[in-house]
T-cell receptor, first 115, second 114 residues
Framework: SQTIHQWPATLVQPVGSPLSLECTVE??????LYWYRQAAGRGLQLLFY??????ISSEVPQNLSASRPQDRQFILSSKKLLLSDSGFYLC??????????????FGEGSRLTVL | AQSVSQHNHHVILSEAASLELGCNYS??????LFWYVQYPGQHLQLLLK??????LVKGIKGFEAEFIKSKFSFNLRKPSVQWSDTAEYFC????????????FGQGTTLQVKP
């Protein structure tokens, strides 16, 4: 069966510090990978998605970047955090293009607080 | 651009009451529709989904949703809620063939009083 893990679960960082959130998927190959941010009362906002190694699409301009160094690894980064980067970040995967039904499978989430 | 609107942001019900959460989307093409649920302290999980066929779909825990194409709606229903249904509910849509780029509504917090 497939599993998805992301870490750390909780992170408190000062303004201007770097960020690295990591997500890995097990039990499947060539998944599509996603980073969402969940804000209270605003639902989930898609930040990045990837259909393959090194292929990243950004949905909204921001202070964050994403990378996919391996097939089942997706990393969310920032060089210098802003207060507005605080939030709950969710990694998700879906089946690849030929098998995809659109259903997403979510990780446990990472709560980031920037002070 | 696609968008999803959930009309109720916070719903409070007593146990055994009936539930209907509204969801409308804007997109002119063929869509897949989803309801996700997030119980307190747990990760998002799929409640039910519609891809094609019978517009009335049944999900886990007695939930169902009806796709009404003419109204661009996909409302979630449950005849009798339980305290354990307390959670946040998200409606989501993606254009068929759009590789999982789900667009989510704002979410509805459901509080069920015992």
């Amino acid at each position: 069966s497939q599993t998805i893990h992301q870490w750390p679960a909780t992170l408190v960082q000062p303004v201007g510090s770097p960020l690295s959130l990591e997500c890995t998927v097990e039990g499947t190959s060539n998944p599509n990978l996603y980073w969402y941010r969940q804000a209270a009362g605003r639902g989930l906002q898609l930040l990045f998605y990837s259909v393959g190694i090194g292929q990243i699409s950004s949905e909204v301009p921001q202070n964050l970047s994403a990378s996919r160094p391996q097939d089942r690894q997706f990393i969310l980064s920032s060089k210098k955090l802003l207060l507005s980067d605080s939030g709950f970040y969710l990694c998700a995967w879906s089946w690849g293009l030929t098998e995809s039904t659109g259903e997403l499978f979510f990780g446990e989430g990472s709560r980031l607080t920037v002070l | 651009a696609q968008s999803v609107s959930q009309h109720n942001h916070h719903v409070i019900l007593s146990e055994a009451a009936s539930l209907e959460l509204g969801c409308n989307y804007s997109y002119g093409g063929t869509v897949n529709l989803f309801w996700y649920v997030q119980y307190p302290g747990q990760h998002l999980q799929l409640l039910l989904k519609y891809f094609s066929g019978d517009p009335l779909v049944k999900g886990i825990k007695g939930f169902e949703a009806e796709f009404i194409k003419s109204k661009f709606s996909f409302n979630l229903r449950k005849p009798s809620v339980q305290w354990s249904d307390t959670a946040e509910y998200f409606c989501a849509v993606n254009a068929q063939g759009n590789t999982g780029k789900l667009i989510f509504g704002q979410g509805t917090t459901l509080q069920v009083k015992p």
